[in-house]
């Protein structure tokens, strides 16, 4: 995961400057630098990689991650996540001051220029998926599906549908089935669609990709209800973002349902659950199933 990270920043750092002047004054732009460059796990990035070798794409070389189409998916995907972190922590949404270590970026800058930041990063990433080249029509084909997937977890059916229902919820009380959908929404999507990027684009079959979905819908929900987890449980400088802040938005969250016990007991399933879905690929899908255990041992 460590190496993995450090490569994921090598290569997000290169594109960024190639997008960014390094000399700019522009404001927008140094806002989008601060929280992309701020740290952070990179899950999604490592996540569509660790899908590519897991159907047998050949490790890609330090030199040539840049102009490979499954780390240029990789990045975008962090873009598209990095603004989904800079909106979430809106006043508007929920008012949070820090994130991955750093004031927020309204804090750090304003909010105006952090809402422009987040739609800067997530216009960004399908700016870096649709440069991605292509030898012929076949692969035209796929990038132009993956791009599609991406559009729509990240969306108003997916992502976007997940955070509208999030914020409705506030001081009322959802049910259990009702708590998984929303989880699902705003954070399994992205999720998945990490791991469908990486399946197809590392030439993945039918069969793989649908059980990578399935692998993917699984560590989706384990990992959403991991943080709820880590909001009251974690070290908030570990973390680098405040806890105890569901309690104080009377967030709908799975240790308010189930209780801190059963909500650790269910993640530990539902990743169990995401490991079977693995059975018929080999040792190519271990970073996968490492990259599982790790979202319900995680402490930050
Ligand atoms: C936090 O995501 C927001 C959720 C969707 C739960 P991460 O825990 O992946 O945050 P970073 O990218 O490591 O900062
Ligand atoms: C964040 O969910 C989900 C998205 C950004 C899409 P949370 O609001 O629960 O995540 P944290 O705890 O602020 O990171
Ligand atoms: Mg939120
Ligand atoms: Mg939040």
């Not at 009380?173 to 929303?182: D, I, P, S, T, V």
């Amino acid at each position: 995961m460590n190496d993995r990270t450090k490569c994921v920043d090598n290569t997000l750092s290169f594109l960024l400057k190639k997008t960014i002047d390094d000399d700019t004054q522009i404001q927008v732009q140094k806002s989008m630098a601060y929280s992309l460059m701020a740290g952070g796990k990179r899950l999604r990035p490592i996540l569509c990689i660790a899908a590519a070798e897991a159907v047998g794409a050949a490790e890609i070389k330090t030199e040539k991650k840049r102009d490979n189409p499954i780390w240029m998916a990789a990045c975008a995907l962090e873009s598209i996540h990095t603004y989904s972190l800079i909106h979430d922590d809106l006043p508007a949404m929920d008012d949070d001051q820090f994130r991955r270590g750093k004031p927020t970026c309204h804090v750090a800058f304003n909010e105006a220029t952090a809402i422009l930041a987040g739609d800067a990063l997530l216009t960004l990433a399908f700016e870096w998926l649709s440069s991605i080249k292509v030898e012929n029509k076949k692969q035209a084909l796929v990038l132009l599906d993956v791009i599609s997937f991406i559009s729509r977890a990240a969306g108003y059916t997916g992502m976007i549908e997940g955070q509208m229902r999030d914020l409705a919820s506030e001081n009322v009380k959802l049910a259990l089935r009702e708590l998984e959908q929303m989880h699902r929404l705003k954070t399994g999507a992205l999720i998945e669609a990490s791991v469908y990027a990486g399946a197809r684009l590392g030439g993945g079959t039918k069969k793989q990709v649908l059980q990578l979905r399935k692998f993917s819908q699984h560590i989706g929900l384990a990992f959403q209800i991991t943080d709820d987890i880590l909001n009251i449980e974690g070290n908030p400088d570990e973390m680098g973002k405040a806890t105890g802040t569901d309690h104080e938005r009377n967030k709908n969250t799975y240790p308010l349902i189930l209780g801190l016990n059963e909500s650790k007991a269910l993640s530990r399933e539902v990743v169990n659950n995401a490991l079977k879905m693995l059975e018929d690929f080999d040792s190519e899908a271990d970073p996968l199933r490492a990259i599982a255990l790790y979202i319900v041992e995680r402490k930050k």
